[in-house]
């Protein structure tokens, strides 16, 4: 799983017990998920589906830096599904891990696109081959 994105936990960050809030937590993971699938699938255009259950494995505290992880696990007709793991920067603790995010790419009329792709692909490579055109 490679970790894209850090997060540093501040205190509007925090729940009432004083960790971090679940809610801002999976917002995080949401926006790093859309951000994955608009850089894969080369759309500005991506909304998230589907999340599957969240599990919870610990929390973090005010000052913690978070980082988050996501992976894909299958490239649909018009959808990529990805895995994310959020985890303690400087501990390695796992903090929430998800199987399943669902992201959906769609045309400029918000309907369901194909988007024709099949793997990971970076963007230096892109890069790389538009340079030698």
């Known amino acids: 799983m490679n970790y894209h994105t850090r997060k540093w936990v501040k205190p509007e960050d925090l729940n009432a017990n004083e960790t971090l809030f679940g809610g801002k937590l999976l917002a995080w993971v949401d926006e790093e998920a ?3 699938a608009i850089i894969q ?3 500005a255009h991506v ?9 919870f494995i610990s929390s973090a ?11 894909p696990v ?3 007709k018009s959808s990529l599904t990805l895995r994310a793991e ?3 920067k400087m501990t390695q603790q796992p ?3 998800i199987d399943e995010i669902v992201m959906v790419n769609l045309d400029n009329n918000g309907q369901p696109k194909p988007h024709g792709k099949t793997q990971v692909e970076f963007v230096s490579d892109r890069i ?5 055109q």
């Open 34 to 36: 859309a951000l994955y």
């Open 86 to 88: 959020v985890r303690n």
């Open 41 to 43: 699938l080369e759309n």
């Open 61 to 71: 505290r005010q000052n913690d830096i978070v980082e988050i992880g996501i992976e």
């Open 128 to 132: 790389a081959a538009q340079k030698q």
């Open 47 to 55: 909304v998230t589906k589907y999340m599957s259950s969240v599990e």
């Open 95 to 97: 903090i929430v891990k």
């Open 74 to 76: 299958k490239w649909g």
